[in-house]
Structure formats: C-alpha cells, structure tokens
C-alpha cells in the first residue's frame, strides 16, 4: 500500500471538518502547557530577586503570588486534559461517522476490489483499534507546545549572553540529526511492524466474532489461530528486542549529549555571572530556563516516535478518505419503466483483463417476467449489477424507455429498482423497519401474507416490532435462512418499484416453501416487470421469456417451449438434468 503524501496536513483537514471543538480544546492545552513552562522557569529568579533586594515582605507576597499562580495554572492544566479527554471520545465518534459515510458513498467497484477492501480494513483498525487518532493528536499537541515553550524561553535565554543560544543550537542539530537516524529506523520497522500487526488484529477479532463460532468449532480453527497468533507474538517480540536495543542506544547518545550541553551552559552561566557581577536571580533564570529548553526538546523527541507510529496507521484512512465519490449523474427523470433493453452490451470488470458480458443484446416489456438461466459464472448477476448501476458498461448500452440509463437521475432511478441479492442483509431493526419503515399495516400483513411469512411473525411475541438479531437488543430475534430470505423479499415488494429482481431469491428455502413463492409470484408482482435468476429450473417455466447466458454471451432469449424445441440447447440440457434430478429424489 503507497503512503498518501501529506498525511498530516489532509488527516487534520479531515478531522477539522469532522469535528472542530477539539482543536480549540487542543489549543487551550497547547497554551496552558507553554504558559506553564514558562512560569516554571520564572519562578525561583522572581522569589530570589526579590531575597536580593531585602525586602522579604514583597518577597513573601511573591511568594504567595506564585503559589496561587500555580495552583491556578495547575487547575486550568487539569481542566484541559479533561476536555480533551471527553472531546477525544466525541471527536473519534466524528471519525467514526465521516469514515462510514465515505464507505457509504463509495463508487461500489471500489468495494468489490481487494486493493481497497483491504484499504477499507486498515483504515477501520487504524483509527479504532490502534489509538492512532489519540497518539497522532496528543504527540502532535506535545510537540506544538514544546515548540511554543522553546521561542518563549530562546527569548529569556538570549537576554542573558547570545552565546548560550548557539549552544543550545548545536545541541538541537545534534539532536536532529539522531532523531532523523531514530525516525529513519522507527519508520522501518513500523513498515515491518504494520502487516504483523494487521494479521495479528485479524486474527484477534476472528476470534471474537460471534458469527464464526460454529466454523471455529467444528473445524478445529482454534488450533491453526494459536499457532499464528504464537508466531505473530514471536515475530513481534523479536523486531520490538531489535528495535528497543536500537532505541537505547540513540537514547543514551542523547543523554550523553544533554550531560555535556548542560555542563558547557552552568559553566557559561556561572562564570559570566561571576565575572559581571549579575544577581543570582538572572543565573537561577538562565539555568531553569535552559533546563527547560532541554526539557522540551526531551519531549519532542519522545513525541516523535509515537507521531510517526500514527501516521502510519492514519494513512489508510487518509487514502480512503481521498478517493472521490463524485459520480457522473443524469438529468432525466424516470417517472415509470415501460422497456429495458441491452444493446450490444460489454462489460469487464475495473482492473481486470477479459470480458464477463461480451455483445449482450435484449429486450424485455413492460410487465414482462424474464428468468436468466446459465451455468456460473456465465455472467447472470452482472448483468442485475449493471441494471441496477452498481458499475457501468464497458461498451454498448442499457437503455430504459429507449434512453441510456446513466442519463436519469440516480436517486429516482433507484427507486424503480428493487433487487434482491444472492448476498441480501437485513438490519438490526425492527422487521416492520427492515421491510419498510412507513409501510401502513395492512400493506404490511397481505405482503407477509403472500410471501408466507406472516404466520411465524405474529406468532412472536413482538410479532412485526421484533428486532433482527439479538446481538444488540434483549429479546432481539434470529430467524432461520428462509425466514431472513421471505422477509429479503416482503422488503423488495413493499419498494413498490416498477422492475422486480430477484437473484437466486429462494436458495435458502426448503422446496415447499419455494414451490409456494413461486405460485404466488405472478400475484405478488402483478403488473410489475420482473427479472428471476434462479437455480432451479423449474422457475423459468412461469416466465414470459427466457434469457439463456452461455459465457458471457447470449445464447438464447426464447419462450421455455421454443427452447424445449432444440434438443442440442445449453437451455434443453440444463432443464433436462434438473427435472431427472427432481425425478430421482423424488
Ligand atoms: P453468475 O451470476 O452467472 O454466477 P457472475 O455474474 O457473478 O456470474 O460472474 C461472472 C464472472 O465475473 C465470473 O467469472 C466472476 O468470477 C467474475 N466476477 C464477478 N464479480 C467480479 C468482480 N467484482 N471483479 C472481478 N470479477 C468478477
């Protein structure tokens, strides 16, 4: 995965908009922490000035000045950490929304492709998993206002002998340059460290997830987990030895190098305050402050490691976050379907190199049932994703009502769609929410009624106001596979769209509940244009046509009895070798 340029600078663009309170509480921070570092270093000199000039009354009132200061200074101190705390939680949520809102608007091929699902992945464990928001913003607001601290006391110590500041100058490229080789050596192993951590997060929620228990379980999944999580853990402890050694040693250069910077500057201090007869106050000044200048490169230095460890775990988000979602929309308004047609339709999908649909051409009417048959892979359900545009046609066109379908407008052309997924999901919400959250109630019952659902709803104990699922809600339901599909299909009818799919729809029902759909099909869509993909192919028969799919390429698009006709037919095969195989189990 390439690292975005300008991490920092986009991440806090985003955040920013995301949620702006935290950076006025961040800067509050930011000036309390400067102020007192400052105030530390002004202290003692005040007090001593003060002792020099014999007038321990004013030196007392000092004093006491100074404490309230302090205490002052200290609550504000606690106050900041507080709100930035509490605006930390809030400011993840912000995150957390602006996150699933990108991943909502997406263009959908980005989300069929491994490149960015793994991307997607990332930027999820980034931010929540690995604190990286928090450290990117806490190690960013320490290095800030230690940099804050330096200008204030570079202006303190300069007063006093110009000299110093060139010492501590020296002190500070040196500095650099063994943060640069630390950083140089951090960013490597973090790189390393990255993928480890990823696999090692992947593993870990496997085996948290509720929905892979049974797997888990009856394949023994546990003992092939323990072993990578072992090897993970090895791997990891070996690269943090490697790197905690090299840390070390960068750390104790760099203590070597404050010890002899801090000797030069007493000596420097002490022998002009000596020679030119200063007060003690302008040496205790000059040495607090060094001290604290050292102090406050100390600090940007440790906040470096954990900045850069961040950045790496906000780049994925920042990747994503860049990708547009400005889609091409049409003008046209879709009012009601009266043809669909396919003309000379190809299609391959993004990144790959040969064509799943190659010179598709049909038509089918209004109110006309349409079965798409073909072996898989033939391309059946590409098609629904072109029709529903999920992707766009390689060359060729779709046309609705003698018009290209990206002409209309995409929101009122959704809404004449309905489909149903081999891959439906149905929300944690109330059954009623799930098939439509302002149905009227006695839409709501014929509906259930007529896909044969009815029954096992009221007979739960909050009948259409049962939550899905019981991961988020005491009393929450799990229906069976049919059941979830049943209610997949109440919610494409209740749609009231113009065009009905239905995609393998009926896989997960037993023969008699299918059996049962499918004589009530012709009811349930009444006049409505409906398009089938079905695996048994028995379905087709209650169809006005047939689309028969042969690699991508249209075989034939016939009434069943026509395609009965010709023995040789893919059509003829595949129905033949079914109905023996409903004739031997029966
Ligand atoms: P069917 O519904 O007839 O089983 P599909 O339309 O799902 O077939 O798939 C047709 C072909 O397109 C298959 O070879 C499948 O592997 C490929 N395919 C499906 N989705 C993608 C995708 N997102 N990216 C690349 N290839 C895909």
Excluded at 520 to 532: E, G
Aim: aromatic content about 10%.
């Amino acid at each position: 995965m390439e690292k975005p340029k300008h991490v920092l600078l986009k991440f806090l663009k985003i955040s920013f908009k995301a949620y702006k309170p935290y950076f006025f509480v961040l800067f509050f921070q930011i000036l309390i922490n400067s102020l007192m570092t400052l105030f530390g270093a002004y202290t003692l000199s005040l007090l001593i000035s003060q002792m020099e000039k014999g007038v321990y009354r004013n030196a007392i009132f000092t004093g006491l000045f100074l404490v309230g200061v302090e205490v002052i200074l200290s609550l504000l101190n606690h106050l900041s950490i507080r709100l930035v705390v509490v605006h930390q939680i809030k400011m993840s949520e912000a995150i957390d929304q602006v996150l699933s809102k990108k991943i909502m608007e997406l263009p959908f091929q980005y989300l069929e492709d491994p490149y960015y699902l793994e991307l997607k992945k990332n930027a999820e464990m980034g931010v929540n998993n690995m604190g990286a928001l928090y450290s990117l913003m806490a190690s960013g607001a320490k290095i800030l206002s230690s940099i804050v601290s330096i200008i204030g006391l570079v202006s303190i110590i300069i007063t006093f002998d110009w000299m110093l500041v060139i010492v501590l100058g020296v002190g500070i490229l040196l500095n650099i340059l063994i943060v640069y080789f630390m950083m140089k050596s951090q960013v490597k192993f973090y790189k390393e460290l990255l993928p480890i951590n990823f696999k090692y997060g992947y593993y870990l929620n496997t085996l948290m997830s509720p929905t892979q228990c049974k797997d888990f379980r009856l394949y023994n999944i546990g003992v092939l987990l323990e072993k990578n999580l072992n090897s993970f853990s090895k791997e990891l402890a070996h690269n943090f030895r490697k790197s905690n050694l090299k840390m070390r040693l960068y750390d104790s250069l760099m203590s070597t190098l404050r010890y002899i910077q801090m000797a030069i500057i007493y000596s420097m201090v002490g022998i002009r305050t000596i020679t030119k007869h200063l007060p003690i106050s302008s040496f205790s000044l000059t040495i607090s402050s060094a001290l604290s200048f050292s102090d406050c490169i100390t600090n940007i230095i440790q906040s470096s490691g954990d900045y850069i460890r961040a950045i790496e775990y906000i780049s994925p988000l920042v990747e994503l976050m860049g990708i547009s979602t400005q889609e091409e929309d049409g003008k046209e308004i879709l009012e009601s379907l009266d043809t669909i047609s396919f003309d000379h339709v190809y299609f391959k999908y993004p990144k790959t190199e040969s064509y799943v649909l190659e010179d598709v051409s049909f038509e089918i009417k209004k109110g006309e049932k349409i079965s798409i048959v073909g072996l898989n892979g033939a391309g059946k359900t590409t098609i629904v994703k072109l029709i529903c545009r999920l992707y766009s046609v390689t060359q060729g066109e779709i046309r609705i009502n003698g018009i290209p379908i990206q002409r209309y407008q995409k929101d009122h052309y959704i809404k004449t769609i309905s489909a149903v997924f081999q891959d439906y999901k149905l929300f944690s919400y109330s059954i009623k929410e799930n098939i439509h959250p302002e149905i009227e109630e006695s839409a709501l019952n014929s509906i259930c009624e007529e896909v044969g659902i009815k029954e096992s709803i009221e007979a739960l104990p909050k009948k259409y106001d049962s939550v899905l699922s019981k991961n988020y809600e005491e009393g929450g339901v799990d229906l069976s596979g049919g059941q979830k599909q049943k209610i997949a299909i109440a919610r494409a009818l209740a749609k009231q769209a113009d065009l009905l799919i239905l995609d393998e729809p009926t896989s997960a029902l037993d023969p008699l509940a299918e059996a049962e759909i499918y004589e009530n099909f012709n009811k349930m869509v009444l006049h409505k244009t409906a398009i089938y993909i079905s695996h048994r192919m028995s379905s087709s028969i209650f169809c006005d046509k047939i689309l028969v799919l042969d690699n991508g390429k249209v075989s034939h698009f016939d009434t069943h009895e026509n395609l009965m006709k010709d023995k040789s037919s893919l059509y003829y095969k595949l129905f033949t070798s079914q109905a023996k195989n409903y004739e031997l189990n029966a």
